[in-house]
T-cell receptor
Framework: EAQVTQNPRYLITVTGKKLTVTCSQN?????MSWYRQDPGLGLRQIYY???????DKGDVPEGYKVSRKEKRNFPLILESPSPNQTSLYFC???????????FGSGTRLTVV | DQQVKQNSPSLSVQEGRISILNCDYTNSMFDYFLWYKKYPAEGPTFLISISSIKDKNEDGRFTVFLNKSAKHLSLHIVPSQPGDSAVYFCAASANTGNQFYFGTGTSLTVIP
């Protein structure tokens, strides 16, 4: 089944403890992206990747890192999480930029 | 600054009637528009799209209308069914851009 898989689905962590949210797609998509969804703000892009080893900032990149060492994986790294990063995170991929996304099921992160 | 706006956070419609969800955008460079549907605890799923060279696109019960001069698009669902109850996001992108910009979503409830 063609899909985008995110893990974990739910995570509660403490301020400052590094964490990684994994994202993997099995559709050979070139483009991958991370979004966060917050009440009243919709989905905002954090980082995106046009292809392997090519990543760039979206609209809200502060406090996040990403890497794209392989085509299928695009992990989101929070080196020192803070409470304002409590949010619902979605990974998305598309065959190439400009085409409609396939989204993962989301990761609900709470930073206390 | 929100480039894509959905001004109605919620909408309730009787089963069998028409649902109309609205979306406004500010960036005149946007030329491709999507609607996504999101159920609780799932990621958004692609519903229908429209390019700026068209003013209407139909797919079964779903029709999207685009009014470029007003920078407005709408999604019509006819007839509405209880299974259509979900949050609907509109999204827009520019040909030269690297991301989709999402609205804040409209929660549709179809009453049996």
């Amino acid at each position: 089944e063609a899909q985008v898989t995110q893990n974990p689905r739910y995570l509660i962590t403490v301020t400052g403890k590094k964490l990684t949210v994994t994202c993997s797609q099995n559709m050979n998509h070139e483009y991958m992206s991370w979004y966060r969804q917050d009440p009243g703000l919709g989905l905002r892009q954090i980082y995106y990747s046009m292809n392997v080893e090519v990543t760039d900032k979206g609209d809200v990149p502060e406090g996040y890192k990403v890497s794209r060492k392989e085509k299928r994986n695009f992990p989101l790294i929070l080196e020192s999480p803070s409470p304002n990063q409590t949010s619902l995170y979605f990974c998305a991929s598309s065959l190439r930029t400009g085409l409609d996304y396939t989204f993962g099921s989301g990761t609900r992160l709470t930073v206390v | 600054d929100q480039q894509v706006k959905q001004n109605s956070p919620s909408l309730s419609v009787q089963e069998g009637r028409i649902s109309i969800l609205n979306c406004d955008y500010t960036n005149s460079m946007f030329d491709y528009f999507l609607w996504y549907k999101k159920y609780p605890a799932e990621g958004p799923t692609f519903l229908i799209s429209i390019s700026s060279i068209k003013d209407k696109n139909e797919d079964g019960r779903f029709t999207v209308f685009l009014n470029k001069s007003a920078k407005h698009l709408s999604l019509h669902i006819v007839p509405s069914q209880p299974g259509d109850s979900a949050v609907y996001f509109c999204a827009a992108s520019a040909n030269t851009g690297n991301q989709f910009y999402f609205g804040t979503g409209t929660s549709l409830t179809v009453i049996p």
